[in-house]
Structure formats: structure tokens, C-alpha cells
């Protein structure tokens, strides 16, 4: 079972908007709704890849029944903690006419010891030998840093594997586990190692770095200029691809899915790191978080796989 993990959830209003222009009004030319979070959207894409999985995490307030009505419509399965306050909203406002995409995030609610030990309670149940876990996003406020590691350690304890996608101090003390595999991008990895980044080089140095604290793989997201993937035997990087953007939302959990998919249908580190990049190429391409298809990145699978090299 591939089990994902949303701590802290948000329904994500996206409004598309012609030549945004602060301290005036502004006309909204288009909008969306899309349920999300990024372990919840990394089962969208899972599902479009053929693969099943189940969303956990903690849903409460009026977006609570709308976002299990949706997973439901998309035949995903989830087991969610009800709690008392409200899932957040996030708001990605979209100036078409000068390319520039704004991300305003809430914090989230609070959630109480007593709902928090349930959770922790109901994932050690969940998890079972061979499974693999996604640990990804943020957390809300009252929920402690070292949440990850928590998770890592009853995941792994249970026989599972952990995939771990976060940001500074959840980030720092998730690792502290040994997770299987993180994906950080170029500012979480500079920002987690303390170090400058000028150049491929630093990069590479920097993912060998936590190579080296025992976890196993480590696919670092560069945007536009692609990615890079360094296992216990290989240093790979990709080129970016050049496509249409319309979001860019999303983006880093097709990649996730996409090591997914390659963990799942057993694919070696060249082929993985093509796939998480065409995935998230693919991503990028769509409004708001809607989830690529299988048959979206397979058509710049090829594009990606010409772009894979070893790091020199």
C-alpha cells in the first residue's frame, strides 16, 4: 500500500488574473477549486499513474466533506482525523498577461495533543511491511517539528519505506530518521546544509553530504533547470524541459509520485530521474493542482530521457 501523509491540508483557490495590479480593484477572469496539500496531491497524480494509495492526515470545518466527496469521485481512498478547526484555503493568484504566479498560504488550524496522538495512534496501525510512506508539506502551528521523524521511525519500525518531502526544521529533524529517499529543492538544500550555491558542483556536494547520513536517495528539484538524483551508485542530472507554464503549484509533487511510480514498477535511477522530471515538467503545464496523466509525461519521456546524464 502507498500510504501519503497531509498534515496540514488546504482547499487551493486559484484566480486567473489580466495585468494584476496592486492597490486597485482587480477583475477575476477565471477561477478554480482543486483539494490539495502536497501529499494529497501526490495521490492525484498516483491515481492518474494507475496506482492506488490512501490520504491521511487531519480534515475538519466546511472544506472537510468536500474534500472526501472529491477523493471518493476520484476513487481514492482516505481515513482522515476529524478535527475542530477549519482545513485552511490557500490562494495562487495568476497574472496571465506578465507570467507572474503568487502564492498566499494560511497557516492552518490548530490542532489539539488529543487529535494529534490520535493520528500517531491510527499510523501505526496503518502502516504494514513493504509499504511506502509519503511524508510531505507543512504542518499547523501547534504541531511539533520533530513530526516527521516521529512518522519516519513507526514507519520504519513497521518495515515500511519513507519518502520525506519538507522544509527546514521539519525537514532537519525528519532526516534525523533516515528516511529512504527526500526531495528537497535547490533553497531547502541550501537552507538544511547551511551552505552556498553557486554552481552544479555545490549541489551535488551538497546531496553527496546527506548521501552520506544514510539515506539512500536524494532527488533535488532545480525548476527550470531541472533536477538532480544521486543514489548509492549513481550522480545523475536532468536538463529542464522547455514547455508552457501555466502554475507552477504542484510541480515538485508529480516528481514525488513519480519516485513513486518508479519504486513500485522497479525502474532503474536513469529511467526514475526522467520520469520525475517529465512529471513535473508535465505539472507545470496544467491550472491550479490539477493532477498530470500518465499519458502527459510518457509524451515528454522521450524530450527527458536525451537530457539525463552523469553530474561531471
Known sequence: MVITVTLNPAMDKTLLIENLTLGTVNRVDSLRYDIGGKGINVSKVLKNFGIDSICTGFLGGIWEDIFKKELDKRGIKHNFISIKGNTRTNTKIVDI??????????????????????????????????????????????????????????????????????????????????????????????????????????????????????????????????????????????????????????????????LVYSMVNKLNAKETLAFAQASGAASVMLEGTEACTIEQVKSLLNQAELGIREVV
Not at 110 to 136: P, S
Not at 184 to 201: A, R, V
Open 97 to 258: 498577461d506578465n507570467k507572474v504566479y503568487t502564492d498566499i498560504n494560511e497557516p492552518g488550524p490548530h490542532i489539539t495533543k488529543e487529535e494529534l496522538n490520535e493520528f500517531i495512534n491510527m499510523f501505526r496501525g496503518m502502516c504494514q511491511k513493504e509499504d511506502i510512506v509519503i511524508l510531505a508539506g507543512g504542518v499547523g502551528p501547534s504541531i511539533p517539528k520533530n513530526i516527521y521523524g516521529t512518522l519516519t521511525a513507526i514507519a520504519k519500525g513497521n518495515g515500511a519505506r519513507v519518502i520525506l518531502d519538507a522544509e527546514g526544521e521539519l525537514l532537519e529533524e525528519g532526516i534525523r530518521e533516515k528516511p529512504h529517499v527526500i526531495k528537497p529543492n535547490e533553497h531547502e538544500l541550501k537552507m538544511l546544509l547551511n551552505i552556498d550555491i553557486k554552481d552544479k558542483k555545490d549541489i551535488l556536494k551538497g546531496a553527496k553530504c546527506i548521501r552520506d547520513l544514510g539515506i539512500e536517495r536524494v532527488l533535488v528539484s532545480l525548476g527550470e533547470k531541472g533536477a538532480m538524483y544521486v543514489t548509492e551508485e549513481d550522480d545523475l542530472e536532468a536538463q529542464g524541459l522547455k514547455v508552457p507554464v501555466k502554475g507552477t503549484v504542484g510541480a515538485g509533487d508529480s516528481m514525488v509520485a513519480a
